[in-house]
């Protein structure tokens, strides 16, 4: 049974930082599509970065220099490191996954498989 479970959600300010933590069971992320993504209130769910099978990342513009992904395939979890969040950044951030296809650069409907979502609060 596939399972993605999020933690590390929290409150800060502008500024600060979190990192969240994508603990998977059931599959192997190092051989799967994996992903970071966020919904804001009012707003449609955006990547904030996809990961290919071959563990190659592409990151929204607007977090590029200051999120960065890790994944760790012997815990089998993906990290999201946030640095210099921003207001903006605020929403409720899920891990995705694909296992078992190749996608060279997945996008959202490719993903089968959604955690249950971890919040992160920015305030000024």
């Known amino acids: 049974q596939v399972q993605l479970v999020e933690s590390g959600g929290g409150s800060v300010q502008t500024g600060g930082s979190l990192r969240l933590s994508c603990a998977a069971s059931?599959?192997?992320?190092?051989?799967?599509?994996m992903g970071w993504f966020r919904q804001a209130p009012g707003k449609a769910r955006e990547a904030v970065v996809t990961l290919n099978n071959g563990g190659d990342s592409i990151f929204h513009a607007d977090v590029k220099g200051r999120f960065t992904v890790s994944q760790d395939n012997a815990k089998n979890s993906l990290d999201l490191q946030m640095n210099n969040l921003k207001t903006e950044d605020t929403a409720m951030y899920y891990c995705a996954a694909t296992p078992g296809r190749w996608y060279s650069r997945p996008r959202l409907v490719d993903f089968r498989y959604w955690g249950q979502g971890t919040q992160v609060t920015v305030s000024s």
């Open positions: 059931g599959f192997r992320i190092s051989s799967s599509a």
